[in-house]
């Protein structure tokens, strides 16, 4: 960036508001030009200091990040990134500030972490650089959307999505798309893993499919959508028999264990022509190749479009390479997957 991205660093710890802006302050391209211990004193700065991004500690006294991250995106809006422990209830408060329209979140490290927050200042740059993460729409505790069976008849097609920064929201949107007997879909969300475990229980809840977080050997069914766990393993489906997933332990690609690539790569070999890829919003360009060998061997594959991503990045690079048959807005994703995926008259594919 030109002008370095000016950010408020926000945490009642002292040790970790320090940790925080040393590793932001060896990025040139990000200046640290405050700091706070708890709410009050982060809505004094940011009157002050007006920042382009805040890294907000979700635990704090005298009010807590997701009140104030509220207030932020009701009166001041503005990039805000979550600081989250991995605990579950942690993940869970994490999932309500993305819904609420945070930015993205990171995970505080745990004891003897070589190289804590490695991911921070690009998310923090490519904070400064998006204005589409702020002033969303909350899309917290929506009622469920039972969509009756009798108005889809399933094909024998697998759906593969891959999403990363901003996915959380696009991939409520989606889903709440899809009805009980949906195509059986294969997630990716660049997500540490205790998120994804919470994340698929908060899909679970207010999805009409069943989701679930991706276990090895589970079979792919109708009805039932995969999240890849975060962490140590690639997602993957096998067996053109009886298609299943599987858990890779490898080394990470494009940066990320679990990879887009990864799950795209397995799905284009498996389904070919019988499949239909996405991607969604993100940083960086991990799915694009995979989304590129889908649309190859014959899948239908679809691109978030630019004015409704929180990151333009991911679908950008599919797009450029030209993985994508189509390009469109969020909302219009979930209808054009089941158009894709839909028994015809005759009852085949």
């Given amino acids: ?90 993940a869970e408060a994490t999932l309500a500030a993305l819904e609420i329209g945070a930015f993205d979140c990171v995970s505080k490290p745990v004891p003897g972490e070589p190289r804590p927050f490695t991911d921070l200042a690009d998310k923090v740059k490519a904070a400064a650089r998006s204005l589409r993460s702020i002033g969303r729409p909350a899309v917290s505790a929506p009622a469920p959307v039972v969509a009756p069976t009798s108005d889809f008849r399933v094909g024998r097609k697998i759906v593969a999505i891959g999403s990363s920064t901003g996915g959380v929201e ?86 990320h264990r679990p990879s887009v690539d990864v799950l795209f790569d397995s799905v284009a070999e498996l389904a070919g022509r019988n499949a239909v890829g996405v991607i969604l919003t993100g940083m960086g360009r991990d799915g694009a190749a995979g989304l590129l060998k889908m649309r190859h061997a014959g899948a239908r594959t679809i691109g978030q479009n630019e004015k409704t991503c929180v990151v333009y990045g991911m679908p950008r690079v599919a797009h450029e390479l030209g993985a994508v048959e189509q390009q469109l807005p969020l909302g219009a994703i979930g209808e054009e997957i089941l158009k894709f995926t839909a028994a015809r008259k005759e009852g085949s594919d």
């Fill in 170 to 255: 696009a991939l409520i949107t989606v889903l709440q798309k899809f009805p009980v007997n949906c195509p059986p879909t294969v997630i990716t969300q660049h997500m540490p893993s205790t998120f994804t475990k919470s994340f698929a229980e908060r899909l679970n809840r207010i999805c009409a499919p069943a989701v679930q977080e991706a276990t090895d050997g589970a079979r792919l069914e109708i009805g039932k959508i995969y999240l890849a766990p975060g962490g140590d393993r690639h997602l993957q489906v096998t067996n053109a028999a009886a298609p299943c997933c599987r858990l890779i332990e490898r080394d990470p690609v494009n940066g």
């Fill in 1 to 90: 960036m030109s002008v370095p991205a000016r950010v408020l660093v926000v945490d009642d710890s002292p040790t970790m508001r320090g940790l925080i802006t040393a590793v932001l302050s060896a990025d040139p391209d990000v200046s640290v030009i405050g700091q706070a211990g708890d709410a009050l004193e982060a809505r004094e700065a940011i009157k002050k200091l007006n920042p382009d991004v805040v890294t907000l500690d979700i635990e704090m006294p005298n009010m807590n990040g997701l009140d104030f991250l509220e207030k932020i995106m009701r009166l001041r809006p503005m990039p805000v990134i979550m600081v989250s422990s991995l605990t579950h209830r942690g």
